[in-house]
């Protein structure tokens, strides 16, 4: 029995999720009579705690002292996590951690964690040592899984209004008793109220809860906002995109022209690009159309819409309004089309021409008159010269 004893005692002993014999081994067969150890499955998250109660037996004929000291340490090294008297060399990454919590002269083994990490993760075994009665239960293995740190919830998560105020709430996941978690709320909205709490369920444990007053604006509209829980340095978050809802604004422009012509008028020279250009922003997508006075000339549902001027107009000053609507609201903006007609122009420069034509003719017509006179007057004088000259012959014959 002393062999035996002796052998188990090297071994360790380990909790898993269920009690469970070593492999290859029978626990009836070769369990020692009497010694039993009964725990619950253990399952924790990063950064939060656990309490696993546990109960051991030991047989009849033993009787344990109240000076008994009970040891939990892991099955692949020696060290030990947790232990009921001071005097054993606990370790370091457990102390402080690692809290054997149960009355062992009473045969309660229990024992808690907090703030659990990665590293945790692994099988324990329970031992008991009170004088010369020294006993590990290596039979049964406790085995302890550490997860990653569950993420909070936002909620309500969906359309938010601009302008209407509104309350979020950020929601951790339920921890055991003394893990306290501290929200935290992070983006570019402003959060006028915050209201930090906890909730306590029938299973006894703690739900940390957050909830923010805001009062969402255009401006917000696809930013994000995030929700932060922290449990003992380890933390987890949750982001949201926040969907804001407002009613439209536009913006006409003139292709071709520079600014933008809401409310405004412009001058367009005929054979110029004649369109004007509706640009829409809204949440959700707008009902957008052209008109000209009660006559609806475009439509469709998006961003915006491009009016293509009609030449009926083109020599008129017309004023065009786009409107835009969607279930938040409407807005509408007018631009005045003036349309600079080469018509007029034209008719003006042919009677030009004309004119330059005509005056041309007139000066040509005086530059081929003046020598025909001139040529006139000449051969006039010669004549008058000869009949001076026949006059004066006649009275000598």
Known sequence: MR?????????????????????????????????????????????????????FTVPASRTLSRSVTGIWRRTETPDIVAASTEASMVSEGTKGRFTLTGKVH?????????????????????????????????WNRLRVSVTDLPEPTISPVGEL??????????????????????????????????YNYEREDQAGKV????????????????????????????????????????????????????GTYENKSVTVIEGDTKRLRCEVNSNPVADVSWWRGDEILSETSGQGLTLALQNDYIADTVTYTCLARNTHGSVSGTVSVTVASLTHDKKTNHLIILMIRGLSILA?????????VLVMRCRKKRRQRQAEDNQKSSPEN
């Open 3 to 55: 062999h035996i004893q002796a052998q188990i005692c090297q071994h360790g002993f380990v909790v898993l999720f269920f009690l469970l014999p070593l492999p290859g081994k029978g626990a009836d067969r070769d369990q020692t009579p009497g010694y039993t150890l009964s725990a619950q499955p253990v399952l924790v998250a990063s950064g939060l705690c656990v309490e696993i109660p546990c109960n």
């Open 106 to 138: 009473e045969g309660n083994c229990s024992f808690s964690i907090s703030n659990a990490r990665p590293a945790d993760q692994g099988f324990y075994e329970f031992r008991i040592e009170d004088g010369k009665h020294r006993y590990s239960y290596q």
């Open 161 to 194: 209004i601009a302008g209407k105020p509104i309350t979020l709430t950020c929601t951790a996941h339920p921890a055991p008793q003394g893990c306290k978690g501290n929200i935290t709320w992070g983006g570019r909205i402003n959060i006028e109220n915050i």
């Open 207 to 258: 739900t940390s809860i957050s909830d923010i007053t805001v009062t969402p604006s255009q401006r917000e509209h696809n930013s994000p906002l995030t929700c932060t829980v922290t449990y003992s340095g380890v933390s987890t978050n949750s982001s949201i995109t926040l969907d804001v809802q407002y009613p439209p604004s536009l913006t006409i422009t003139v292709p071709g022209h520079n």
């Open 364 to 372: 040509l017509s005086g530059i081929i008159a003046v020598p025909a």
